[in-house]
Structure formats: C-alpha cells, structure tokens
C-alpha cells in the first residue's frame, strides 16, 4: 500500500525566504506526482504535475522536482510571500490503471512579513 | 472557463439522515473523482468514475455510500442513515481523461450532528 509522508507538518519563515518542501512515498511505481495548495476552507488548486519519466517542473517561482527510484519529491518556493500561505500537499499516482491519488498530509505553511 | 463546482457547499444533517452531494465537472471532462478530507488530514480516495460507469469504488468506506454519474456529467454522491464519524470535506475532481491532471472543486462540508 502507498504511504506518502509530508515532514514537517507545519513551517514559518520570514519573507523572502527561499524553502524547500519535502515529500516521500513508499512505491516507487509511480505514474506521476502533483503538488497542491489549499487554502483555508477551501478546495485544492493544482501547482504542479510531474511525470514519472520527468525530473522537475517549473512554473514561476515554483520548482518541484521528483527522484522516484529514492520515493523523493520536493517543492522549492523561491524569495517567498505572504500570500504563499497555506497548506502545500503533495499526491501520487500509482503505475497502471487506477489512476486515484494518494496524498499525503501536507505541510501548512506560514510566511510572516 | 468554469471550474469543478460542488453544491451545496456546507450540508448540516441530524444522525441517521440521508444526504447527496452533487459535483459539476469541468465541461467535456471524461473521468470524475470523490475524494474524503478530514480535519487535519489528506484527502482520502473514495471513487472514481469513467463516463457513466464506476472504475473503482474501493475507497468507499461501507454500503451507506454510494455514487451515481447517470449521464457522464454530473455525479451524486450519496450516503444513507448519516453518522458523526462522516463528518469531512467531500471533494470532488475531475480529469479529460485518466492520465490527466485532477482539478479539484471547491467541496462541500458536511456536518453530522
């Protein structure tokens, strides 16, 4: 069964900050990888889709990379800011068929002025 | 264009109640998914659907759950004789195909009393 695991489960940096979110799931036989945010009550907007034959994604500020045969992602945000609050997590699809999520728990992420 | 939309979007329910939750994809989206959020956690798979017809329901947690998506579209996720312990974030998402990216909509927030 995939275990993804998201450690720490929350983190506060000042502004400006470049931070590195981590992820790490169990299977290896992956079909690919998405980073999520959620706000407050609210649903789950999609930051990022990697493929398992992709290393990265960029888009903006934001930079996920995936080392699948470690079970390794991470989620680098770059000179960070308030509005990057929330909560950040990450979710796997597992090879073959079945196409559902496993997610892990996330990371909530403050960022103070 | 328009997103994933959910109604209603908070659903209060005495225990033992019958309720329905109602998910709109995104227009010509093939695949339709129900995930469960509970405070403090990932979503949690529930079902998915290709077209009209369920491709996994393993996540359903008991037979008070089912799932209906008559029409390809619109999907109806239904749970009978309600219980504390069901009280979560339904999300749904929705996908061109299944090797697509998930959008996820907004939720709808069930509350057992």
């Known amino acids: 069964k995939q275990e993804v695991t998201q450690i720490p489960a929350a983190l506060s940096v000042p502004e400006g900050e470049n931070l590195v979110l981590n992820c790490s799931f169990t299977?290896?036989?992956?079909?690919?990888l998405q980073w999520f945010r959620q706000d407050p009550g609210k649903g789950l907007t999609s930051l990022l889709l990697?493929?398992?034959?992709?290393r990265e994604q960029t888009s903006g500020r934001l930079n996920a990379s995936l080392d699948k045969s470690s079970g390794r992602s991470t989620l680098y945000i770059a000179a960070s800011q308030p509005g990057d609050s929330a909560t950040y997590l990450c979710?796997?699809?597992?090879?073959?068929?079945?196409?559902?999520?496993?997610f892990g728990k996330g990371i909530t992420l403050s960022v103070r002025p | 264009g328009a997103g994933v939309s959910q109604t209603p979007s908070n659903k209060v329910t005495e225990k033992g109640k019958y309720v329905e939750l109602r998910c709109d994809p995104i227009?010509?989206?093939?695949?339709l998914y129900w995930y469960r959020q509970s405070l403090g956690q990932g979503p949690e798979f529930l079902i998915y659907?290709?077209?009209?017809?369920?491709?996994?329901d393993s996540g359903l947690p008991n037979d008070r759950f089912f799932a209906v998506r008559p029409e390809g579209s619109v999907s109806t996720l239904k749970i009978q004789r309600t219980e504390r312990g069901d009280s979560a974030v339904y999300l749904c998402?929705?996908?061109?195909?299944?090797?697509?990216?998930?959008?996820f909509g907004p939720g709808t927030r069930l509350t057992v009393l």
């Open positions: 998402a929705s996908s061109m195909g299944l090797d697509n990216e998930q959008f």
């Open positions: 299977d290896s036989a992956i079909y690919n």
């Open positions: 990697i493929q398992s034959s992709q």
């Open positions: 979710a796997v699809r597992r090879s073959g068929a079945n196409s559902k999520l496993t």
């Open positions: 227009s010509g989206h093939t695949a």
């Open positions: 659907f290709q077209g009209t017809g369920a491709a996994d």
